[in-house]
């Protein structure tokens, strides 16, 4: 109950954000008017990151004040990293930053995050014990976050995808925290996740806000947090595995590893943005814009399901299952869209 309660909550303070917040951003001109490569016809705000951030940090001060949230250095490093990462967005979103500026930047952050004890120690091992990283920890961190940031970032292309995919995976990251008994992650993740439904309510199709740089900047910066934290904290049997946001994020990372291999082929920069990712292939072959967007949220379900398995069944077993279904989709995926990414 203290977790839907958290839930709700977040999601209630949220829900009287967002009109606010839409109305600011029109009053100080933060909009999204559509260009090239937009897929949205009119021009919409696009500070949607603030009810993301304000909401949550409410919520917080509200458990600190009831005590039921811990004041430590992981709630400090998390809610510190998180403004931060919040204002990078947030000035990309108003000035349009260069790709490589905001990489320099983010690393900056991940490494502030390390001093706060949010650091890759443990890979999970799905065929026996968790392995060591040792000297290794600062720079799979690093890559860590950045991936995860990213790959956020770069799904954040249809109205409510982005928002509903973190929705899913910060819920089963929650799962997990919640099992695994871990109260800093659950309490987080659960805040989280209110505070997404409740945007996702004007995020959706059509949507009358966007996240942002600094909502999706931000999203993605948390869930690469709370994952980490998670395996700091229990090096034992009950470790939250790195392996479950991984398997949880299956489509967005699939994408930015997709994107990364399209503009190596091409004389374009590498950071350049284009309108040749997953969705924007599933509109041009036709397939209507919800249809697209459930499509996401249906396949993060399915393996969110998967990663959840590897808390309470055999790893060996799972690992088999996600192995043959990630082949799987991977040669539908391949077969439909292969023509369009490769020509």
């Known amino acids: 109950m203290i977790y839907f309660g958290i839930a709700l909550f977040s999601f209630l303070v949220t829900m009287l954000i967002v ?3 839409c109305k600011l951003s029109n009053k100080l001109g933060i909009i999204d008017f559509p260009r090239e490569r937009s897929i949205h016809k009119i021009a919409t705000p696009k500070s949607g990151g603030c009810s993301l951030i304000v909401g949550l940090i409410i919520t917080h ?6 005590g039921l949230q811990e ?3 992981l709630f400090v490093g998390l809610i510190c990293g998180g403004f931060l990462i919040f204002v990078l967005g947030f000035l990309d979103d108003i000035f349009d930053l260069q790709a490589w500026q905001k990489i320099i930047i983010e690393i900056i952050i991940i490494l502030f995050m390390t001093i706060f004890g949010f650091k890759m120690e443990l890979i999970t091992n799905p065929f026996g014990p968790s392995i060591n990283v040792g000297i290794l920890s600062i720079p799979l961190t690093i890559i860590w976050f950045l991936l995860i940031i990213n790959s956020i970032n770069l799904i954040d292309g249809l109205d409510g995808l982005a ?3 973190v929705a899913i995976v910060i ?9 695994c ?3 800093f992650v659950a ?3 659960f805040g989280l996740f209110g505070s997404c439904l409740a945007f996702l309510k004007y995020n959706f199709y059509p949507a009358k806000i966007f996240l942002g740089d600094a909502g999706s900047l931000y999203l993605g910066f948390n869930i690469a947090a709370l994952s980490v934290a998670g395996n700091i904290q229990f090096k034992g049997t009950t470790a939250m595995t790195m392996l479950i946001p991984i398997i949880v994020l299956s489509l967005p990372l699939i994408d930015t590893f997709l994107s990364i291999i399209r503009r190596l082929k091409t004389p374009n920069s590498l950071f350049q943005a284009d309108k040749n990712h997953l969705h924007h292939k599933m509109l041009e072959l036709g397939l209507p814009y919800k249809t697209v967007v459930f499509t996401g949220y249906f396949l993060t379900v399915l393996f969110g399901i998967i990663s959840m398995g590897f808390l309470l069944v055999d790893k060996r077993i799972l690992f088999s299952l996600l192995i043959i279904i990630g082949i799987i ?8 869209i292969r023509k369009e990414f490769f020509k």
């Open 19 to 21: 009109p606010l917040n």
């Open 61 to 66: 001060l509200f458990l600190l004040v009831l």
């Open 71 to 73: 004041f430590n250095r």
């Open 163 to 165: 928002t509903g995919l």
């Open 171 to 179: 819920l089963i990251l929650g799962l997990a925290g919640l099992i």
């Open 181 to 183: 008994s871990n109260t």
């Open 187 to 189: 309490y987080f993740a």
């Open 329 to 336: 989709i991977f040669i539908i995926f391949y077969n439909i």
